[in-house]
């Protein structure tokens, strides 16, 4: 055993942990997301140069990385410095599941997004799926040499942003059926398509996408007829590994934050980390944060397992997560005071983001039923 | 021990409901019911009705125009109100400045004050915490000179809730600094429109802008706006944050949260069942549930045991930490309820009288920012670790 990362990765670690250090700060970011941006273009490219968008793709895929670390390690700093850039929705998500399900010609597209030139979106959450990867009930329909796309998407990440929209949908079986799901590539302004966007709470950017009747070719099916959904799930792990590890990085700039707070924030004469009171609490977010950094390290150590072994890791990751996301978001507001909750301090972003990560891909009563579910299996 | 309201309790729950389904209008019980924002004209339009109905001033003597209900009648009157979606009464004058200027305000205090605050001339704010005395409110700096028969104020509030809409604050200020911290303090009355005030607005995590910064730039204030005797404000401001407390456990705005928990709960599909049959999201609900209904006869215990008119002593505390508890995971349970439609931040809807979701659920776009806005439940009037300082100091003599 060994739980040091590679020297490679500890290189590409400190490499993003500097630039992030120089290129990105909380007053910035702050003003582009109140200007109405999603993102900021110039940073997301500087990105690109510096491989960060590579590393989440593996060699095969002309990229230098994608292994579960890889993710772990970059995710972990993406959510330090708080980023909103569209890297997990085009890279892990969509980015993903090309890489698993394209055929040569239909993965030409990922150098385009290792360089940042194209983003990708996964529209797959419905308005009524909820958390159920299963729960699809967009249609395709054959009509000769093309497909007709019908549906509601919801929440898509980053939907208006991208250039290219991975789309689920059912060309056969039931709603809540696993097979019959099929992926397809769909321009987003393809006719037939209206997208509305929007803001997240946390900063980060959603769209609802309606297709009425969209046209599209056939070679635009990623892989087999309705057969998508195993690589829908795997796209789904690395994308839990993906928000986990930022929500890592989140909860040490957080206690970062409240140590220091608790050292130089005098109350009654005295620095109120003083108090044993909230000494205990703070020593408890400690330790709950290396639970949730060896529960990441597991699920990234077990990401390229056997699908059984993967997603039990999958889903103790997320509740795992989830609730110490949670204890560290109300307590170090909590320990702050009125400071805590304010738009012009840091941690409230991180607040936003690690409450929010919770929502996405499956909270922590989901993945505490579905781990319960695997076991049995 | 009897447990049952009596015949005349009911009679007055029928006709506050009565009043309540007739008089709300339902412009404003939509924007409570879905969590939206009230503006400055929603709240003086409600504080209307009520006090053209004489039911604003519910913790008031008759002879200034209140109801003088019991503590049994105001549970009441307050359970009803929030099931109705009736807004909050603002309580910065009605609940918080009354109280201390019956009790230590002169005559001509009084007479000035209290009827503009029931015909809503006058919105009040409160001006106690500054950047360095928070949970140490005595260490406040803000000062006030004797300059002829006007003080001169110099200094700074902040976390001053709706401040944006006050013309008047009541603060305290340091009037004596060769003395212990306690001892050197005022209870001062500002008008907000003298020269030299300034108010900031501080923006939040749930996107609003409900608190503010209040500076004070050399702001001449007569010597007839000093409450009882210069010094002497520290004694005014504890019994201001004792009265400030009867309400704080909440339970009306509890009993609210759940009802509207259940009902999205009922209607949200998980799986191709309803949420409420999820067993682990069901156990949340009913350990809440269970908190609450013993919280609500807490409450009660409480408050009847104090004196008629009179606030309750240091078990107000316990109301306040387990009262807060349960409405913070109120709101918890409701953000998690929503799911995946808990990330947009839909400010405009949030803003409008327009109730149609533009992208899903009714109740979605006020769920995560409500969530975030009651963690300054276990901040505020004294946070959570105060009290239980209080308790341990008070009650348990640690």
């Known amino acids: 055993m060994d739980f040091n990362h590679t020297e490679e990765r500890m290189i590409l670690r400190d490499m993003l942990q500097r630039f992030m250090a120089d290129h990105y700060n909380h007053e910035a970011r702050r003003k582009l997301i109140a200007s109405g941006e999603a993102y900021d273009k110039n940073l997301f490219y500087k990105l690109a140069e510096l491989g960060i968008l590579g590393a989440m793709f593996g060699e095969e895929n002309n990229g230098f990385g994608g292994s579960g670390f890889d993710l772990m390690v970059v995710f972990e700093e993406l959510g330090r410095a708080g980023v909103i850039e569209p890297i997990l929705s085009s890279c892990v998500l969509a980015g993903g599941l090309l890489a698993e399900l394209g055929n040569d010609i239909q993965k030409t597209i990922i150098d385009d997004v290792i360089t940042g030139t194209s983003i990708l979106a996964f529209a797959h959450g419905e308005p009524q799926s909820r958390y159920n990867l299963n729960?699809?009930?967009?249609?395709?329909?054959?009509?000769?040499?093309?497909?007709?796309?019908?549906?509601?998407?919801?929440?898509?990440?980053?939907?208006?942003?991208?250039?290219?929209?991975?789309?689920?949908?059912?060309?056969?079986?039931?709603?809540?059926?696993?097979?019959?799901?099929?992926?397809?590539?769909?321009?987003?302004?393809?006719?037939?398509?209206?997208?509305?966007?929007?803001?997240?709470?946390?900063?980060?950017?959603?769209?609802?996408?309606?297709?009425?009747?969209?046209?599209?070719?056939?070679?635009a099916r990623l892989g087999k007829i309705g057969a998508a959904f195993p690589a829908i799930e795997t796209a789904n792990a690395r994308a839990i590994l993906a928000v986990s590890s930022e929500a890592i990085g989140a909860m040490e700039a957080a206690k970062t934050l409240t140590i220091e707070y608790l050292r130089e924030r005098k109350q009654f004469g005295v620095p109120i980390g003083s108090f044993q009171a909230l000494q205990h609490r703070m020593a408890d977010v400690l330790i709950e944060i290396e639970q949730a950094r060896s529960s990441v390290i597991n699920l990234a150590g077990h990401l390229e397992t056997k699908r059984d072994t993967r997603e039990r890791y999958v889903s103790a990751t997320k509740n795992l997560v989830g609730r110490v996301g949670q204890l560290v978001a109300e307590e170090t507001i909590q320990m702050h005071g009125g400071i805590g909750m304010t738009d012009e301090y840091a941690l409230s972003h991180f607040v936003r983001r690690l409450t929010m990560i919770d929502h996405l891909f499956g909270d922590v009563d989901y993945h505490l039923e579905r781990f319960i579910t695997l076991n049995v299996a | 021990m009897d447990l049952n309201y009596t015949d005349e309790q009911q009679d007055f729950r029928t006709e506050v409901r009565t009043f309540l389904n007739k008089s709300l209008p339902i412009h404003i019980c939509e924007k409570v019911r879905l969590g939206k924002r009230l503006t400055k004209a929603d709240s003086k339009q409600w504080n209307k009705i009520l006090n053209d109905q004489g039911w604003l001033a519910t913790n008031w003597?008759?002879?200034?125009?209140?109801?003088?209900?019991?503590?049994?009648?105001?549970?009441?009157?307050?359970?009803?109100?929030?099931?109705?979606?009736?807004?909050?009464?603002?309580?910065?004058?009605?609940?918080?400045?009354?109280?201390?200027?019956?009790?230590?305000?002169?005559?001509?205090?009084?007479?000035?004050?209290?009827?503009?605050?029931?015909?809503?001339?006058?919105?009040?704010?409160?001006?106690?915490?500054?950047?360095?005395?928070?949970?140490?409110?005595?260490?406040?700096?803000?000062?006030?000179?004797?300059?002829?028969?006007?003080?001169?104020?110099?200094?700074?509030?902040?976390?001053?809730?709706?401040?944006?809409?006050?013309?008047?604050?009541?603060?305290?200020?340091?009037?004596?600094?060769?003395?212990?911290?306690?001892?050197?303090?005022?209870?001062?009355?500002?008008?907000?429109?003298?020269?030299?005030?300034?108010?900031?607005?501080?923006?939040?995590?749930?996107?609003?802008?409900?608190?503010?910064?209040?500076?004070?730039?050399?702001?001449?204030?007569?010597?007839?706006?000093?409450?009882?005797?210069?010094?002497?404000?520290?004694?005014?401001?504890?019994?201001?944050?004792?009265?400030?407390?009867?309400?704080?456990?909440?339970?009306?705005?509890?009993?609210?949260?759940?009802?509207?928990?259940?009902?999205?709960?009922a209607s949200i599909m998980s799986g191709g069942k309803p949420l409420n049959q999820s067993p682990y999201f069901a156990a949340r609900m009913a350990q809440v549930e269970i908190d609450l209904m013993a919280m609500r006869t807490t409450n009660l215990r409480v408050v009847s045991a104090a004196a008629k008119g009179q606030a309750p002593g240091a078990e107000s505390s316990m109301l306040k930490i387990k009262g807060t508890l349960i409405r913070q995971e109120l709101s918890s349970l409701l953000r998690r309820a929503i799911g995946p439609d808990a990330m947009p931040y839909l400010p405009n809807y949030l803003d409008s009288g327009d109730n149609a979701d533009p992208l899903n659920f009714e109740y979605a776009p006020a769920a995560s920012p409500n969530y975030f806005n009651m963690r300054k439940l276990s901040i505020f009037g004294g946070a959570n670790e105060i009290q239980r300082n209080i308790i341990s100091k008070t009650i348990l003599k640690l």
């Open chain 2, 61 to 265: 003597p008759k002879k200034y125009g209140g109801t003088e209900w019991d503590a049994i009648q105001r549970q009441i009157f307050e359970e009803e109100a929030c099931l109705a979606h009736a807004p909050r009464i603002v309580p910065f004058g009605l609940t918080m400045l009354a109280p201390v200027l019956f009790a230590f305000g002169n005559e001509a205090q009084k007479q000035r004050f209290l009827p503009r605050i029931l015909n809503g001339e006058d919105w009040w704010c409160q001006g106690y915490s500054e950047p360095d005395a928070g949970s140490d409110l005595a260490s406040i700096k803000t000062r006030a000179e004797l300059d002829g028969d006007h003080y001169v104020v110099n200094g700074q509030k902040t976390w001053t809730t709706l401040g944006q809409h006050a013309n008047w604050i009541f603060c305290l200020v340091r009037t004596n600094f060769d003395v212990k911290k306690q001892a050197g303090i005022s209870f001062l009355l500002i008008n907000m429109e003298t020269p030299g005030v300034t108010v900031r607005p501080i923006h939040l995590i749930d996107g609003e802008a409900e608190v503010n910064e209040v500076f004070f730039e050399n702001v001449r204030v007569p010597i007839e706006n000093l409450v009882g005797e210069q010094d002497k404000g520290w004694t005014y401001a504890k019994y201001l944050l004792t009265h400030e407390r009867t309400n704080i456990a909440g339970v009306g705005f509890s009993n609210a949260a759940l009802a509207t928990l259940k009902h999205v709960a």
């Open chain 1, 135 to 219: 729960h699809v009930v967009t249609t395709a329909e054959t009509d000769e040499a093309e497909i007709i796309i019908n549906g509601t998407k919801s929440n898509v990440i980053n939907g208006k942003q991208a250039n290219l929209l991975l789309v689920s949908a059912r060309e056969n079986s039931n709603e809540y059926d696993e097979t019959g799901i099929s992926v397809f590539i769909v321009p987003l302004d393809s006719k037939g398509i209206t997208c509305i966007d929007h803001h997240n709470i946390d900063g980060t950017s959603g769209a609802r996408i309606i297709f009425d009747n969209v046209r599209i070719e056939k070679v």
